[in-house]
């Protein structure tokens, strides 16, 4: 009997070998970076087949982040989770509802307890028995955790909530709420604690109270998170039929490959966005896809691969000709600016910053909210392409005795920098 499975990814350039006792792994193509775009393995399910169909299904499901349907009995396989810190078990045994209980940490419920509540009616997300998958009854879950706590007060209503975002800085706002509204609660080993420990008493009054935790049925969405495990992708082509890959893990960067151009996968800048969270004007996955869109419309004969990578909104910054330093004790870091004005204006407000004594903010190229204590000297800096070097623009600063021409352009600054 076969006990090793293969399905060659034609689109994606990827290879994956099922072995049923090590789970599914993948081997990429020449027309993917070989630094690792895509993960080494992938988790496979018990219950999915051992099959060639099964593991096309499968692959290709996970590769463009859609739900992963194992045909699972959940009558004869019954699901579970825990939310809140373990507060909250959740089940689903089929039929209509997904269901609740509060728990002490780390005890599971009886499968008799009165206390199972519904929660989740499948009807209100248009799902059946039929339709439902372990992946949504995690997603729908999730989101419901997030739900209660905006019902709580807890975390930020999202009027219009982005499903890619959704659930997301939900540790901070507990804290935050915590730390204003449970003072007392000193005696908790950490604030995470206390606010579990205060949430498992409101669980436990809710379920006690006639109507029930009724208050908190079909709170919140679907979660869609965006991980190496659900990635995003969008596959376009151009106008003379070069097809592209767009794809995002969850990270701070979106990749782009492409079946028909391997040089792309050998170019150092060979991804699309930067922070795409943080630059994101709309609902996340839709704007994506629309700046996804754009680009493959843009690019022409006339507007190289190469050229439209280097002045994609992001990747600009790897190019940036323009160079913010900040040094101090240990400290040794620098921001991207596209403009001198930029520079300029930036390095001067990081220069008052750190004459108060405040931490800097400043933009690197791998994250856009950096901060820096003990910055003592700041200078700006422009690339001299001639010289193939980056070259002192400005006059630095120092805080311990600042001129009063510091961060002006120095005299002997080559014009043609």
């Not at 965006?226 to 960067?253: C, H, I, M, Q, S």
């Not at 700006?380 to 600063?397: F, I």
Request: hydrophobic content about 35%; some cysteine.
């Amino acid at each position: 009997m076969t006990t090793t499975l293969t399905y060659q990814h034609d689109r994606a350039d990827l290879t994956f070998t099922w072995n049923k006792g090590t789970g599914i792994t993948i081997r990429t193509g020449r027309t993917v970076p070989y630094w690792g775009v895509y993960p080494s393995r992938l988790s496979s399910f018990d219950e999915l087949p051992f099959t060639q169909s099964a593991l096309r299904d499968f692959c290709d499901a996970w590769w463009e982040g859609r739900e992963i349907n194992t045909g699972r009995d959940f009558a004869e396989q019954p699901w579970q989770s825990w939310e809140f810190n373990g507060r909250i078990q959740v089940r689903y045994r089929g039929g209509p509802v997904i269901e609740a209980a509060p728990t002490e940490y780390g005890k599971p419920v009886s499968a008799y307890s009165k206390d199972w509540q519904s929660i989740v009616d499948l009807a209100a997300d248009d799902r059946t028995p039929t339709t439902v998958t372990a992946d949504w009854l995690d997603r729908r879950t999730s989101g419901w955790s997030t739900g209660v706590l905006e019902r709580l007060g807890i975390h930020p209503l999202q009027q219009v909530p982005d499903p890619a975002r959704y659930g997301e800085g939900t540790e901070d706002s507990v804290i935050a709420w915590t730390i204003r509204h449970l003072p007392t609660q000193v005696k908790a080993d950490s604030t995470w604690g206390a606010w579990t420990t205060w949430f498992a008493t409101t669980a436990r009054e809710l379920w006690d109270a006639p109507e029930g935790p009724a208050q908190w049925r079909n709170a919140g969405i679907s979660r869609r998170r965006v991980t190496e495990w659900a990635p995003w992708t969008y596959r376009d082509a151009t106008a003379d039929g070069t097809r592209f890959n767009f794809l995002w893990l969850g990270g701070n960067t979106v990749h782009i490959t492409s079946p028909d151009n391997p040089r792309l996968a050998t170019l150092d800048n060979a991804t699309f966005l930067l922070h795409p969270r943080e630059q994101a004007t709309g609902p996340l996955l839709t704007w994506l896809q629309e700046q996804a869109r754009q680009w493959t419309a843009n690019c022409t004969a006339k507007q190289s691969v190469a050229h439209m990578l280097a002045s994609t909104p992001g990747n600009a910054l790897r190019h940036a000709p323009w160079r913010v330093e900040l040094t101090g004790p240990g400290l040794s870091a620098s921001a991207p600016c596209l403009t001198e004005e930029e520079a300029y204006a930036m390095a001067r407000r990081a220069r008052d910053n750190a004459a108060k004594g405040e931490g800097v903010s400043f933009r690197s190229i791998f994250r856009y909210n950096d901060f820096a204590h003990g910055v003592s000297n700041v200078c700006v800096r422009r690339w001299n392409r001639e010289e193939n070097l980056w070259q002192a623009h400005s006059r630095p600063w120092n805080k311990n005795d600042p001129a009063t021409d510091a961060l002006v352009p120095c005299l002997t600054a080559a014009p043609g920098i």
